[in-house]
């Protein structure tokens, strides 16, 4: 049972290590825009500037 | 005949230029489709229907040169190192997917672009260009050309005022909430073991590793609120955030106390879970318009670069250095940086922004024009006579009057925080007494149980909650509030002042009326033949106005046109003398009537006819809110820059009982404003406008009203798209609903505080109980906030 003490801390850390993720994507300056990347989504990939060069 | 629609901009052609099956209504359109279509970017018409900006048929390349002057490259460069250069721009025309698409690839149009970035809500960009292979010119030439012009002006680029404030409440959102759920699941064993369970030495792991845990939350996430308080209490003032620091305190030392001691498990995640709803209400509350400035002044509205003339050359120059005597070429459409003599023809000037005159004033050479005009008809030269910080209307800026801080209210749940501190302590004292007779044991867990349950915690998260929604509900009906501040004040206004020019009326909506003799039907026709060979915008107004009441044209035989001034033609019978009112009297014919503002004055055969008037028309429903206004008990008033033509159909309009002035000056407006106040009035004032910018300053609520957001706007408290002030009655109502949701809301919490109070007055609080508890109101709190604030916007959803 006393190995619950040893679940608990490597739990905390790995769910730590999201916080200090979390933190670090904040100072980045990801967290400065939240709307625009949802239209990003929307185009398309650059497939169709290969199909023109081909052309 | 049917009417296209143009592919790029989606307005009807009224001639169509087609390409393959593709039609534009004009050259302009057609140009950014062919720039597109050869650069291989014709997704942006896929991605959304008609994306473009209206070209406007014409495209001034001249615009920019100023943008070659090194010292203005350096106030817009935010930096610069070897072969890139990084800059923003505020681009307001950005709408729609296509937009961000288009922009996040110019780098296709122009290799000298190497990244392009946008965000749509702050509606800017940023560029990374390489300065060898594409300038400065050059790229704002692009970015215009596409139909995305950059707003340039002298107020030093906002990008320098970015917040960075937000990136500390995240942290302590993001360590709070860690730390609280975490806390939260390591104390289920506590609370759900019975003794068959045996935990043993494992509760102690528990036990510390929670109190480790709480530590980021007290010291990091709540220093605000100690900060707050501390400085609150320095003041000898009681601000909300004393008792929520005194509650957070008291909960974490009893814990401690309990924890060290061995009596019990503390009440670490109820701390920790109200630390991190709070925080979570506060950042909720902070909602912020990016893309809107609520603290221009005067230097955001005028350009950045001006051209003067030196030995006969176009110079460009940096309006800051602007001096005396100089020479300034202003072109259609560009602005007058400074109070300056006319040298050259033609100048007419739209004060609308300035004065709210309703229309362009032909102004004659010699005489004055004002900074803050905007010429309309073609390239003018002036002579500056006053530098550009003291002409007329930037001297309003430096009154005395608008030195004084704006009314900084306290908050109305203030008071109400005293109220419950006061009660609270009274609690406490009757709890402590009560047990120092029973049961003197029970003291101090019961005292700090009081002080721990009745944390006005709930107040604070009913009132951030709720105002957040208020703001958002707010924005949803374009009526965007600078911050939560502001609907607290919109609450104590008894008194409302409307400006006339762009707020009750509409800057871009026209109509034309006739004043004078009657003309008969020949007479009009030969009016609206002359006028039909002219290129002046009002010209081609009395030509729409006059083709409702006459379909025939005749040729005439005799035309001169006299730019700026006038038309003197013959056609037929008749001899038409038709311009501005200087332009008649030149010709020796003088008006019968009172000719003031902007009209076209027309005579036939040397007798003075009449004159057009130009008027805007009224917003529709502006009658049905003032009105509205007036009937639920507001003081209302009405001070207009503009010559009292329109005092009649306002009188007709909105009834005798509001006062009504015109020709207002600034000044004039910001006393009147003052005057109210004196007499014990909350003034809020209605405008747009550099006129109405010492008023919208100093009254208790400025909204400044607008219909392109893009524009100046003066510093406000909140920002009215034009189009929704026909709801204006119904916005203000939904505003002050805000008191009353929160009186509601603090009521159900009070419920909770009760049963809470029970259990900690008989000092039987269990952590558990603190811990059901807590999580019970806060959520209850946020659904009920949210609840009550859609339930009373049914009258301004959509």
Known sequence: MSVIVILIIVSVLVAGGFLLAFLWSVKTGQMDDDYTPSIRILFEDEIKDLKKEKI | ?798
Request: glycine share 6%.
């Open chain 2, 1 to 798: 005949m049917l009417q296209e629609t143009c592919y790029h901009c989606g307005l009807k052609c009224a001639t169509a230029i087609q390409i393959k099956e593709k039609y534009f209504c004009c050259d302009g359109c057609k140009m950014v489709y062919s720039l597109l279509d050869e650069n291989g970017l014709c997704q942006y018409y896929d991605l959304s229907a008609m994306p473009g900006v209206t070209a406007k048929g014409r495209f001034i390349a001249d615009k920019f040169n100023y943008l070659d002057n090194a010292a203005i490259q350096e106030q817009l460069i935010q930096f610069k190192l070897g072969d890139q250069v990084h800059i923003t721009f505020y681009l307001p025309q950005i709408h729609c997917v296509s937009c961000v698409w288009l922009l996040e690839n110019l780098s296709k149009i122009n290799p000298g672009i190497i990244h392009s970035q946008t965000h749509f809500e702050k509606k800017e960009i940023k560029i990374i260009y390489n300065p060898t292979l594409i300038s400065l010119k050059e790229l704002v030439q692009l970015l215009s050309f596409v139909g995305y012009e950059p707003v340039i002006h002298l107020g030093g680029n906002d990008w320098l005022k970015k917040k960075k404030v937000n990136k500390k409440q995240l942290y302590k959102i993001g360590i709070a909430g860690f730390c609280f759920s975490n806390i939260m699941m390591l104390s289920f064993p506590e609370y759900l073991s019975n003794d068959a369970l045996e935990l043993g030495s494992l509760r102690h792991f528990f036990i510390y590793i929670n109190l480790l845990l709480s530590l980021p939350v007290l010291l990091y996430s709540a220093s605000g609120f100690f900060i707050s308080a501390y400085t609150g209490l320095r003041q000898k003032w009681l601000n909300i955030d004393a008792p929520i620091a005194l509650a957070i305190a008291v909960t974490f030392s009893r814990s401690v106390y309990e924890i060290v001691s061995q009596t019990g498990a503390g009440y670490l995640d109820s701390m920790s879970g109200i630390v991190f709803f709070m925080l979570v209400g506060r950042w909720f509350q902070d909602k912020s318009y990016d893309s809107f400035a609520f603290d221009r002044d005067y230097n955001s509205f005028f350009p950045l670069g001006v051209t003067i003339l030196k030995e006969g050359k176009e110079v460009n120059k940096p309006l800051s250095d602007l001096l005396k005597s100089e020479i300034v070429l202003i072109r259609s459409d560009e602005m007058i940086p400074a109070d300056s003599t006319l040298l050259t023809d033609g100048a007419l000037i739209d004060y609308s922004f300035v004065t709210g005159e309703n229309a362009p004033i032909a102004v004659a050479v010699g005489q004055l024009v004002y900074a803050g005009g905007i010429q309309k008809g073609r390239a003018i030269q002036l002579e500056v006579v006053k530098p550009v910080g003291q002409s007329y209307i930037t001297e309003l800026w430096n009154s005395p009057i608008l030195k004084t801080e704006k009314n900084v209210e306290k908050s109305f749940v203030h008071p109400w925080s005293q109220y419950f501190t006061i009660v609270l302590l009274t609690i406490a004292i009757m709890t402590g007494s009560y047990w120092s007779v029973n049961d003197p044991h029970k003291i101090l867990p019961a005292v700090t149980a009081v002080l721990i349950v009745a944390c006005p915690c709930s107040l604070l998260l009913t009132v951030t909650f709720t105002y957040g929604n208020v703001l958002r509900w707010l924005g949803g009906r374009k009526l965007y509030c600078k911050n939560a501040a502001v609907i607290e004040a919109i609450h104590k206004i008894d008194t409302i002042v409307f400006d006339k020019t762009g707020t009750l009326t509409n800057h871009d909506d026209t109509h034309l009326e006739y004043r004078g003799a009657n003309l008969t039907y020949q007479e009009m026709i030969a009016v609206k033949s002359v006028t039909r060979e002219s290129l002046h915008p009002l010209s081609k107004m009395i030509t729409q106005f006059l083709m409702l009441q006459v379909a025939d044209i005749t040729s005439f035989q005799k035309i001169e046109n006299f730019i700026g001034k006038g038309t003197k033609a013959t056609c037929g019978n008749f001899e038409i003398v038709i311009g501005s009112v200087y332009f008649l009297k030149s010709m020796g014919i003088l008006p019968d009537q009172e000719v003031e503002g902007s009209v076209v004055c027309l005579a036939i055969n040397g007798i003075f006819k009449g004159v057009f008037k130009i008027n805007h028309t009224y917003r529709e429903g502006m009658q049905k809110m003032i009105l509205q206004l007036n009937n639920k008990g507001y003081h209302l008033h009405l001070l207009s820059g503009d010559h009292p033509t329109e005092k009649e159909n306002l009188l007709k309009l909105l009834g005798s009982s509001i006062p009504m002035l015109f020709e207002q000056s600034p000044e004039d407006k910001l006393h009147y404003i003052q005057a109210l106040q004196i007499k014990g009035h909350r003034v809020m004032m209605v405008g747009d406008g550099l006129n109405d910018a010492g008023a919208l300053q100093k009254s208790n609520v400025g909204v400044a009203v607008t219909d392109q957001t893009h524009l100046f706007t003066p510093a406000s408290d909140a920002i009215l798209e034009g189009s929704e002030i026909y709801l204006f009655s119904d916005l203000i109502d939904y505003a002050k609903k805000a008191k009353l949701i929160i009186i509601l809301i603090f009521i159900l919490s009070i419920i909770y505080n009760i049963i809470g109070m029970y259990f900690a007055t008989s000092a039987r609080l269990s952590p558990m109980v603190a811990a059901i508890l807590m999580p019970i109101s806060s959520i209850s709190i946020v659904a009920l906030s949210a609840l009550l604030s859609f339930a009373f916007s049914s009258k301004i959803r959509a």
